[in-house]
């Protein structure tokens, strides 16, 4: 790749990642706020066999449901990815979506709950959505 094209890339690039640093709020309606919709999948596959149907509720309620009691939404899924190892697998998947406010205290929730669940289940990455919207009850 030329320099020039090289420059041009790193610039792209940038701002283009920019955005994920800091996504402007929309504007909205009376009787909705700004959120966020978080979107988490979660793979089952590890190194000692899958992660049970009476692991992942445990998970839900023991971490999910305590870090968000105003609510969450969670089905199943199957999926695919590619590992660090570069091989790629298809496996059975959880997905969790949580409508949040905008601020520090759930923003460190859905974190910790990654971790958690990387670290209990030995997963290399949790995958994570972010959407600003509108919401309202």
Known sequence: MDGTRLAFAIVFSAAAL???????QPRCD??????????????TQRPGGDVSEAEWRAFVDDVVAIAFPEGFTS??????WRGADGRSLREASHVVEIVRPVDARTEAAI??????????FDQEAVLRVRVPVCAGF
């Open 18 to 24: 920019s955005g994920c640093a800091h996504s402007p």
């Open 30 to 43: 009376a009787g909705s706020r700004p959120m966020v919709q978080e979107r988490l999948y979660f793979g």
């Open 75 to 80: 089905w199943d899924a199957s999926g695919g």
């Open 111 to 120: 974190a910790k709950l990654m971790a958690d669940y990387t670290g209990r």
